[in-house]
């Protein structure tokens, strides 16, 4: 159960994070061309990546947790942090460095996907009336 409402929450966020990038890199393709637009969808895609590692490692935690009691869950999203700050530094890294990106494309690509978090319903504050 508790398996199903997160898979829903992370689905519904990717969808959201998906749709944010897509609109802002087809503006961008209509106003700065090709290059800033796939640097800016490669932004998006890193915080995907993050998206993901996350999920992942709470899936895990929720699991340990319920294996193991409480306690090991704070480690496995420990773990999970720490992974997925050093996932998103590398590909940010890989973008800019390596592949050399427009710096500005990739960070606000990498903005944009963030700021789904503030319109998912999975991360919103509820209301208990």
Known sequence: MAADRLARAVRGTLVIQVAMVAVAAT???????????????YGGAVAFAGTLISAWRLRAATEASAEFGPGVDVLELF?????????????????????RLAPLA????????????????????????
């Open 79 to 99: 773990k999970g942090t720490i992974l997925k700050l050093v996932l998103m530094i590398a590909l940010l890294v890989l973008g800019l460095a390596f592949l």
């Open 27 to 41: 503006i961008a393709y209509l106003e700065k061309g090709t290059g800033f637009a796939a640097a800016l969808a």
């Open 106 to 129: 990739v960070i606000a690509g990498f903005v944009v996907a963030q700021m789904a978090y503030l319109f998912s319903r999975s991360y919103a504050p509820r209301w208990r009336g």
